[in-house]
């Protein structure tokens, strides 16, 4: 009853799509651009969550850049983008026209430190990290990261790391190289092994990923 009370005038977001930390939503009621607002994120398969959400674009089918909480943006994850691993195992991403292309696997990486709370990692070993993220980060920036396996088996890595370069990949995304500067004791093994199974799974041999597990 407490949760229906407390849930009760919040407009409900009846959720399209998402991708990027933007979710696309239909609204029972005029949304502005700029306003911040909370409320109930309808999903296509009948779950309802919280959401808060930055109106970027009105409707009648609005845009919201997600702001949280971070269950729901799980959920988001979850429901709109797992079919970039069902579907294709490989990704690519290219850090300047002219430079060749990367090998990519998806993975979600959290911090403060990382615009919008979140990126998703391009190429990833025990010693340094590529991301690819929603805005600019500083060369020389120090931060701590937690980083999903995508294995329920598995717990989130947490990871010290500093920033060595960030470019603009194009309008919306950036590309920022990170060096793992520590790692947990109990979680190195960890780690190690999930990189070491990964390599063994994907085709080729020409990356990151190949120099990170000696």
């Known amino acids: 009853m407490f949760e229906f009370l407390k849930n009760l005038g919040k407009p409900h977001f ?18 502005k651009v700029g306003e911040t607002i909370e409320g109930i994120a309808d999903f296509p398969n009948g779950k309802r969550m919280d959401l808060l959400v930055q109106v970027v674009q009105r409707g009648p089918e609005y845009a919201g850049k997600v702001l949280g909480p971070k269950e729901t943006v ?16 490989q990704m690519y991403y290219k850090v300047g026209p002219e430079e060749a292309t990367h090998h ?19 190429e990833v070993s025990m010693e340094e990290a590529t991301l690819v993220l929603d805005g600019q980060v500083q060369e020389g920036a120090e931060m701590t990261l937690q980083m999903d396996l ?65």
């Open 150 to 214: 995508d294995d329920p088996g598995l717990p989130p890595i947490n990871l010290e790391a500093k920033v060595d370069w960030c470019k603009q990949r194009d309008d919306k995304f950036w590309v920022a190289h990170l060096s793992i500067t520590a790692i947990p004791e109990a979680q190195r093994p960890v780690l190690k092994q999930f990189l070491a199974d990964l390599k063994e799974r994907r085709p080729g041999s020409a990356s990151t990923l190949d120099r990170g597990n000696g």
């Open 74 to 89: 799980d959920m988001l994850e979850k429901s709109f983008l797992h079919h970039l691993a069902d579907e294709k195992e």
């Open 104 to 122: 990519m696997r998806t993975y979600a990486v959290r911090s403060r430190s990382l615009p919008n709370f979140r990126a998703l990692t391009s």
């Open 14 to 31: 009846i959720v399209q799509d998402y991708g990027s930390g933007v979710v696309r939503f239909r609204a029972g009621k005029s949304l």
